[in-house]
């Protein structure tokens, strides 16, 4: 051994060098085998089983049952070993030492440290004894939820919820990103939301129908995920579809601008429209139904009302006086007044299955396509038959493929058991509204005490000092990133839980680091709607880094008022999973036979085997007197006087066509940015959950970056190729994309799935996101004064070709610092 | 023989001759003193588990459910035999008890229900006995080893906790939320919905004419006091207003408004608002002579007209209440309870009456709530939203 | 040997009678006047309803 | 005796690496204390940097630590500093930071718990050696690979496979990792970059001082 070189070493630390090296990280430990296994758990995207070995995922394969398992599975061990994971509690670093007084305005280009675990919840409670003290529940929205992990037991919404909850009172949100103006007009027009209720199942469909008009939906791309454990089996339905568009047994036809995965896998037609014009044309259609005599008046006096109170509004004798007819409609919608005549026609000779997505609603006037396509199937007639009517949800965690009829475990509970359990009883909002809707909360922080109309009712925008999000990523779902920016600028307090760097996490004073629900056992039903069966999630790995489940956090928090023992029930996670069983067991006793828990967990799964058919509104049509519609008469409006009775002029007595705020293909704005942005839900996410498993992002992304999809024609206009960097923007914004040149996408009309997640490329006010979330360039207003939905869709922007040297992607890092000044 | 007797009763009647009042008094004390203890040592002997578990009646049914149940076998080993639990332990009420065994006697010998399946047909009477009994006297039997004053609220779970101290407070009867606790349930309230059996507990069994009764869940209504002719159905957490009883049976007014248009079979609660008290048959709903119409009003907003009546119909005694609130308050930990599983919760006075049926519609897919339960938070709902909330109750 | 002793006679019957009265009479009398008393307690039970709170 | 003298320097030597590796691994696994950063300021501090400055390989990386616990001491918090300093260098995702991690640099998947963690695994368990649950990090975290080195180090005094076994781990996981790290941390100024560097070329030395043998 060279010694003369080594002799630097000797004793190098010297005496005092138990100062400067800290406590060992290994311990003497008996060697134990590592033992491979295999687990089952359930997901979004599906059951699987994965092998675990050496104490890591090293495996994952679709269970057994599911026979359409979608490749999204693949990404799960991205998001549990993705580099992208929180690690610790983490604070940001201006506001650690300044606290609320913070400077705000540093909130996402500051630094952030690490804190333990007491340090972090101390931190929670002193800003939730603070804000309560201080202001008072207006001041803390804690209601702000999205689409977490699955598991009953472990919905991180709930659990924030309810431990805020227990704290005190807060501001909540109604309604979701995802249906806002569908499920607020519906219940007007036929007494449910639509959105989220069963459909009528695909046997019956399959059977019955002649003709199915896929109105804006994409069933193929969409059910793919599931609110809860997906079953896929819809997917066979399809495939008995597909058979049958190929016999010329039913006819489908897809009306949509872009020819969607849908139209690719039943090889169906497709009936191309202007976006944003779908109403024009319904219109026209309904005009040729009452010209041409071809609508079930019977129907119309029996099961509905207003019918006399719209159709003048129809054939020009209105207070606009246009006739909506087809040659007035091809005008706006660019459908050929002829097609529109010929597939009135269609609808009427035939058994035709209306079936909308929901895109549609997602945007300016989003109320109206679907209140206009209820009056459509009421003017056929065949509401309530089996394959006939309209459904607003065949594109849905599996609506339609028969249930079980089974009772699906319940889940942890969201509210507090008691009012008493609340520490601060202060429910004086000081007129502003409790609840408000749920796309209005950035409105709310930079305009303060604004009133606006909602569904009839006066919402006073509360003063948003501080806000909790958890499992929730408004900064991938809100739309206009530049606008919310500004209002964040206003908050006291952020704290985010979650288990990835999002950027609402980046955007967070305080951040608390969730396990994946992958690391934490878990119940959930298979099958959503169909309630297929219950199935274990079981413990895949424990929980990683310093990272802890949802329940011991809120625990931990709710121990600081001492509610910790009301919080729990005095149960722990696994006899919380028992008991949701047990109580999903008890209600099923006289249906289907469950194994004891012991027995269930080790099982896995229990499925149910019932597949009972169902009709919507069959009910309805069958009595409309005994089973009445939930709206105020009981039957389908046509014309609602309560909606007429706010007095709203973008949301009318009766549907309207309305010009929006902007609009392709001719429309306002149009001369400007002529590109349509369509942001629908992604193919190969759930909205933002897993654009962070990079093994998953590199089969779709171009050159790292989130793809917009365009036609040759558009590509070729602004000397863009497939695969180049694209510069996307408008006045509210840029960001890069990945172009995909593809003969899907009609002129005019480009596409970037929602859920990319943001990464500007520095923190200043518009600057150029770097991985292609779409919400940089989106239109943040309320569809109208009925639902104040979101607006997503009314989206105009332009495009180039990116030129220079492209920035690193930033979407998926923790914090970023900009050099301290 | 005759002879005999009176010159007995002579030698009763009259002072004794021949033995010393001292001997009288003697063997009359030792008599008694072996009397009572042979009259206590039979009582006992009567209230003994084995003694009741003589006749196979009370053998293989409530005994072998006993078994399966922690008064049999816990971990500290105390044990409740029958007679802890069904006789009276005051002395009065113990003879009573024990006169009224002579029920139990006579049912043995005729082999009232010397099969299960008579048993399980006379069960749900059997026990309503012993459970007015309990209820009356506060659950003495139980109280007599289980006391509020010395139970550790701190070693209960978080859910008994707050339901033991709610009982506490107001002292209530054990028995008014631990039936079944020592044997089966019986069947017809076994198979109603946790939730509804708790509200069935408390159900009210006398009734007063003139006062209003709540009906806990959906009840059929009938034209006649024998209750053979069905009317229709009465919601569940409607309001009744008794008229009179009939043995088995009472007659009931319901005041409600209904729409013209269809043939009226559906009754409302109240003018435009669409919560449905009571579902007519068809030939009820049209017969003029049973339903008595009054003004007449259009719902400004639908435009249909609404027509106010009453009627009087006949109904069983059973699951009626005599204060809504237990309903409401049974049906808002309903609502906590199992709606909090989907995108979010609304609150009661988001929507208003109207609305409610649609919402609750759709949010039906996601609970597990059997149809009586359902119409029941339902009708809470519309009771509680923005129709009534905001200073309009 | 019989005896006819009028005074042994009475002598006997009155033994006989005190011990048919402490033997039979009485004990079935307390055990019906207890249970008499208890069908009547009964008996109010079904009039007034079962017994409340004895403290 | 000039054996008894080598055995004796050998021992001070392998000591002396095993000091190095742990204090290397104090710094990296968590935000230094006041205690920690005090004795680094010292005297003591600066002694243990100019000795290690006298390996011509090590000074340019000993200088850029000296200045930055320079700088540190002018600072009104520098126990706060350095701890924001710490999140930003080591605790961010791979492209905005430097986590301490094998995996992250042994392929392009960015993935965590990666081959190397199984190979430390393998390795903990050779050694019957385990992670305290406190800081429950994948083993691949270069902070316990360093603990483990040290552990070797002192292990080779009496087993010839411990001596291999460094040379294995520096050879195949350690110095691969340690370029791309280091160049990954000089992304960010401050202390724990000017570490990153001086670790990367004191494993390198170390390295071939193993190998000279």
Redesign the interface.
Known sequence: ???S??????????S??A????P?????????A?EETWKISGSHWGAFRARIA???VVELKPYEFDQTPTEMLEGI??II?????I??P?VR?EW??NRGKANPSTRGDN????VTWDQALDLFYQELERVQTTYGPWALHA?Q?GWRQTG?MH?C??HMQRAVGMHGNYI???G?YSTGAG?TI??YV?????V???GTSWPLILENSKVIVLWATDLAKNLQVGWNCETHESFDYLKQLQAKVADGNIRVISIDPVKSKTQHLLNCEQQYVHPQTDVAMMLAMAHTLYSEELHDQDFLDTYT?GFEDFIPYVMGEGEDKIAKTPEWAAQICGVDAERIKELARLMAAERTQLIFGWGLQRQQHGEQPYWMGAILAAMLGQIGLPGGGVSYAHHYSSIGVPASGA??P??F???P??PEDRVHQNSDYQGYSS?IPVARWVDAILEPGKKIQYNG?TSTLPDIKMMVFSGNNPWHHHQDRNRMKRAFEKLETVVAIDFA?TATCRHADIVLPACTQFERNDIDVYGS?CVRGVIAMQKLV?????SRTDFEIMTELCRRFDKH??Y????DEMEWVASLYQ??R??NK?RYVMPEFKQFWQDGIVLFDGMNNYVHHAAFRED???N???????FI?IFS??IA?FGYDDCKGHPTWMEKAERSHGGPGSDKHPLWLQSCHPDYRLHSQMCES??MRERYAVQGREPIYMSPQDAKQYGISDGDLVRVFNDRGQLLAGAVVSDNYPQGVVRIHEGAWYGPEDEKMGALDTYGDPNTVTLDLGSSKLAQATSANTCLVSIEKFQGTAP???A??????VAPT | MLSKLKALWRTMTRPAKHISLGVLTLGGFLAGVIFWGGFNTALEASNTEEFCIGCHEMRDNVYVELQQTVHWSNHSGVRATCPDCHVPHNWTDKIARKMQASKELWGTIFGTIDTREKFLAKRLELATHEWDRLSANGSLECKNCHEYASMDWDAMSEVARTQMEQAAERDQSCIDCHKGIAHELPESMAAASGALAGLQRQATSRFNPGQQYFSIRQLPLFTDSALSQEAGILNSGSVITVVAQQGDALQVEIDGWRKTKGFGRVINEEFGQNIREVTLEKEVATDDSMIQGFEVQEDPLTGLPWQRVSFQLWMGKDDLVDDREILWQEASELYVKNCSTCHSQPEEAHFDTNTWPGMWAGMLSFVNLDGDTQELVLKYLQKHSSDYSDGHH | MESTNPQEQSKRSEWLSFLIICVFLFPILSVVFVGGYGFIVWMLQLIYGPPGHSI | MENKLEQQAIKQAMEGRASLYWWFSSLLIRELTSEQLQALCSEQGSSLLSQLATEPTLRPACEKVSNELAKLRVMQDPQLELAADYATTLLGDHRSSAPPYASLYANDSALMYQEPHQQMLEALSQWQLGITLESNEPADHFAIVLDLMGNLAIKSLESRQALTAQVDLVNSLLLPALKPWSDACQRHTGLYAALSLLLYEFVKLDLSLLQEE
């Open positions: 051994m060279a010694l070189r080594r002799s630097f070493l000797k004793g190098i630390l010297g005092g060098g100062a400067m090296v800290g060992s990280l290994l311990a003497p430990l008996s060697a134990k590592a050496g104490g890591t061990k991205g070993y993705s580099s992208s994971r690690r610790y983490m670093y650690y030492k630094r952030f440290i690490r209601g939820t009953q919905s919404n709930n909540r949100k109604v979701d499920q519906m219940p036929t007494g449910s939301t639509e989220y209720a069963q009302l009772s699906a319940g889940a509970p969201l509210n058991d008691r609840t009712t760097w709607y424990d929980p990683l880094y310093q023992k009301q729990t029930r005095g149960m109580e999903c008890e209600a006289d409309p007197e005994i009445p519609l939930g709206t105020p008469s009981g409006e006087r309560k009775s990079k093994p690193e992607v930033t998926f890092g923790g914090p970023s610092e």
